[in-house]
């Protein structure tokens, strides 16, 4: 598997650093960089539909004026059903091209989208205008983590599924059919929503008794 570039810790790297590990690339530790760049990990991380990622990779090349540059992308990413995508996080006034301090950034992303274009990657530019749109639905995804991390599979989560099907149910009403203690209900639930096998409104509310789940297509 890929292996991220390890990145300096001066002014401009690792001001908010961040290290943690990630259960997507086998509990290794993974090192972040800003607090918007832990924000994208959260979300990747606890995305169902992401197999793996890696991040500060890859590093290319490329030649301005004359001059060779190197640049890191933010953040590599594999889906389950094969797509890729090369990723930059980026706040929103890093991308005013009114700003002369913006150069450099501007620069950096003009090389890495033709060197996408010119590889037939997918690329995107992803700022904190969705990475943090709904600070519920963060502390949620960061629940899911903190679950899957610190906890194995639930004993009883085969059993929870058996009465979750394709109409929404609360994790009230899962409590009430099955009997079962509501803390293995809510941490099974979430182990279902992380491993691709349940919905979770996690957009909607901090996940709670009246959470709603529903069972993947």
Not at 3 to 20: F, I, L
Not at 53 to 60: A, K, T, V
Not at 148 to 171: C, E, F, M, Q
């Amino acid at each position: 598997m890929y292996q991220p570039k390890v990145m300096p810790r001066n002014a401009k790297y690792g001001s908010n650093y961040w290290s943690t590990e990630g259960p997507k690339v086998n509990m290794r530790e993974v090192i972040l960089y800003s607090d918007l760049e832990f924000d994208n990990w959260v979300h990747i991380e606890s995305d169902p539909n992401i197999e793996t990622y890696c991040e500060q990779y890859p590093e290319i090349s490329y030649v301005y004026d004359g001059v060779l540059h190197t640049s890191v992308f933010d953040m590599w990413i594999r889906h389950h059903d094969g797509t890729q995508i090369y990723r930059e996080i980026k706040y929103e006034a890093e991308l005013n091209e009114n700003d002369p301090r913006n150069e450099r950034t501007l620069r950096q992303i003009d090389a890495q989208r033709a060197y996408c274009i010119a590889n037939n990657f997918t690329y995107e530019v992803v700022t904190e205008k969705s990475l943090r749109r709904n600070h519920q639905e963060l502390e949620n995804r960061l629940k899911i983590i903190s679950i899957i991390k610190n906890s194995l599979k639930p004993g009883v989560a085969d059993d929870v599924i058996k009465h979750i099907n394709d109409k929404r149910r609360s994790l009230q009403s899962l409590y009430e059919i099955t009997t079962l203690p509501y803390s293995l209900i809510h941490d099974s639930c979430l182990w279902l929503y992380y491993h691709g096998k349940i919905h979770i409104n996690i957009d909607k509310a901090i996940i709670c008794r009246q959470s709603e789940v529903w069972l993947r297509e």
